[in-house]
């Protein structure tokens, strides 16, 4: 920064001396507004402009702090200079945790504690605590899938809380809540019949509106809001499909159709064009579903009689219908999760002689790929009832997450599959851009997010990886935490904020 300064002017003398001071004062204390406020921040897109990231980091690299904290898969939230965190274990269930951290020094400064009112089985992959918080600048809400929603004031203060009945769910739950003007909004849908919208005053936790859902099974997306023109929309990818409602009443705009039972991903939006895609049923990501690949491969793992077939005898453990090749065999996911091999052979087994051939194997992949297909889809706004009659600018069928969100930057979309495969995309017309392996095998669970011109990729099995924004893949680092990673990372002041499976950690190099 120039300045001029002239001896004996007591003005410029002043001016010069205040400017000294700003520049002395710490970055953190300069920041205002700092928020990462919900999962994947400012309505769940996972950006931060402008802001310069620490291409290296770990355990011992860039470390501004490290707090150990328990269990939990809920992301990091951020207002100003507090963090804030859920936690819960799925073997003690009963213990639901909300944590509040000083964000310059990882202080814990308070700990909350109330008790589950349902008891669940969680997947391998979730947790009682899977939900982000929603922070504005007096409160926090916090949701529990196994309790109801919770709200704190910063302090730590009990300002009011909503039990609401656990919606049936054979993985638990995992949406996350989002606010709008005076209210809080979540999903809750379940598999029995109860899926409904439901709307919160943010000050008092009385219902603003509700808005049934009998179409919709369970699911785990997080809903945005779309704003176009003098339009906002509450946008909610669930099981089958993508619906647009008014969030001041929740009355239906338009909905689009061709979507999986399975949603966990949630919306973007960028370049005037809204985006949501889901993989099939199972996982897969692709249409093109090599199933003659599939075959040969359990062939090689289990047929031990050499005879080209699987008899019942040689469904052992690990036998599954392959989902996801890409992960390794004892990765959860890796195959239909059947536990039951009897009713796994009752599947495939269609002349009944509890034997599986490869005729029988390669009908009843097709009859599964067909059940279900991966999608991912971009829609003009405007829409009204069907948008796939009117407003479908192009859908595509290739590299759609299973559980990551798509990221939307710089005109470019990218999708991170398990396996560690990046597809990234030509926003406007869903041309593809390039496909190809980032290095970092495993699962993806985090969803990615952008600081300016650069993407963070967590994986589960704790590889963080950095990419260049860029026409062509360009790694620029990545970082073994050696330690799982389920949260999605937050960023802010140029400081990345990630959760592991045991503790949060702040990186910078400033």
Not at 238 to 262: C, D, H, M, V
Request: charged share 20%.
């Amino acid at each position: 920064m120039r300045f001029t300064y002239r001896r004996n002017s007591t003005t410029n003398a002043f001016i010069c001396t205040a400017v000294i001071l700003l520049l002395n004062v710490p970055a953190v204390a300069r920041q205002e507004n700092i928020n990462w406020n919900q999962f994947r921040g400012p309505n769940g897109q996972g950006l931060a402009q402008q802001d310069a990231i620490p291409l290296e980091f770990g355990p011992a690299s860039n470390v501004l702090w490290r707090t150990p904290v328990p269990q939990g898969h809920s992301s990091p939230v951020i207002w100003n200079n507090r963090i804030f965190i859920t936690a819960g274990s799925r073997q003690n269930q009963e213990e639901l945790l909300t944590l509040a951290i000083d964000r310059q020094n990882g202080r814990i400064l308070w700990t909350k504690t109330i008790h589950a009112n349902t008891k669940l089985s969680f997947h391998p992959l979730n947790n009682p605590a899977s939900s982000t918080p929603a922070a504005d600048d007096k409160h926090i809400y916090v949701y529990f899938g196994t309790y109801g929603i919770i709200c704190y004031d910063h302090a730590g203060n009990h300002i009011w809380q909503r039990e609401i009945e656990t919606p049936k769910s054979k993985y638990g739950m995992a949406t996350s809540p989002i606010l709008y003007r005076d209210k809080l909004i979540i999903v809750l849908d379940g598999d029995d019949g109860s899926s409904q919208l439901l709307a919160l005053n943010r000050q008092t936790g009385q219902t603003a509106w509700r808005k049934p859902r009998p179409l919709f099974k369970a699911g785990w997306s997080t809903p945005i809001i779309w704003r176009h023109e003098q339009t906002d929309e509450l946008v909610v990818l669930g099981s089958k499909r993508l619906t647009a409602y008014n969030p001041e009443n929740g009355e239906e705009i338009w909905w689009l159709g061709g979507f999986s039972q399975e949603t966990v991903g949630i919306p973007v939006t960028g370049n005037g064009l809204l985006f949501a895609g889901a993989a099939a049923l199972g996982g897969r990501g692709d249409d093109n579903f090599d199933a003659a690949a599939t075959w040969k491969t359990t062939l090689q793992r289990f047929d031990r009689n050499q005879d080209n077939r699987i008899q019942r005898s040689e469904m052992t453990k690990g036998f599954a219908l392959i989902q996801r090749p890409e992960l390794e065999k004892d990765n959860p996911g890796y195959g239909l999760p059947i536990a039951d091999m009897d009713v796994l052979l009752g599947i495939f087994d269609r002349d009944k002689n509890k034997i599986i051939t490869e005729n029988e194997w390669m009908l009843t992949t097709a009859a599964f790929t067909e059940n279900s297909r991966p999608t991912l889809v971009a829609i003009r706004p405007g829409a009204e009832d069907d948008a796939r009659k009117s407003h479908l600018e192009w859908e595509v069928g290739s590299g759609i997450p299973e559980t990551s969100s798509l990221l939307h930057t710089h005109g470019k979309l990218y999708l991170i599959r398990d396996g560690g495969l990046l597809t990234c995309l030509h926003a406007e017309t869903g041309r593809q851009i390039f496909k190809d392996r980032i290095g970092a095998t495993g699962q993806y669970i985090a969803s990615p997010v952008a600081a300016d011109d650069k993407i963070i990729l967590a994986s589960t099995k704790g590889v963080v990886t950095v990419i260049q924004v860029d026409d062509n893949l360009k790694i620029l680092a990545a970082n073994d935490l050696k330690e799982k990673i389920f949260a999605t990372p937050a960023v802010a002041a140029g400081t990345i904020y990630l959760r592991t499976a045991d503790n949060l950690y702040a990186f910078t190099d400033r």
